[in-house]
């Protein structure tokens, strides 16, 4: 899956018109997902991705520790929010667009190891 095909099914996905916001949405969510992961596993998603994707995932894996700390989905939310330089009541739908896109843009294996490491509290979003 190319960038540009992950923005537009998250824009679709969401009902958004502006592709920037997509873009951005995309991106950070992304890249907090992969700040509440082992290294390792990061790494290893990172083939999976498309260019610019794999270089929010690698942002995401230089803010992570060796045990990720636990995270709220409204914390994952503001963080995403804050990332994104949008307003956080208007991107959830897009946030959830864009963890929906990235799972299928990964293999049934890695998003599997993914929603095994998240922090639980993310189970939800990840699994839903």
């Known amino acids: 899956m190319q960038t540009e095909e ?10 958004l018109s502006d592709h920037e916001v997509a873009a951005a949405v ?9 700040a509440h992961l ?18 929010a995932a690698e942002a995401g894996r230089t803010q992570t520790t060796e045990t990720p700390a636990e995270i709220s989905q409204d914390e994952f939310f503001k963080q995403v929010a ?9 991107i959830e ?3 959830r667009a864009a963890i929906t896109v990235f799972k299928c843009a990964l293999s049934r294996g890695e998003t599997t190891d993914i929603v095994f490491d998240a922090p639980r509290e993310l189970d939800a979003l990840l699994t839903g």
């Open 26 to 34: 995309s991106r950070a969510t992304v890249e907090t997902i992969c």
């Open 6 to 15: 992950f923005v537009n099914e998250v824009a679709r996905a969401a009902n």
């Open 93 to 95: 739908p897009a946030v």
């Open 38 to 55: 082992p290294a390792e596993q990061v790494r290893e998603l990172s083939s999976q991705l498309p260019q610019d994707l794999t270089r």
């Open 82 to 90: 804050i990332r994104a330089e949008q307003d956080r009541a208007e």
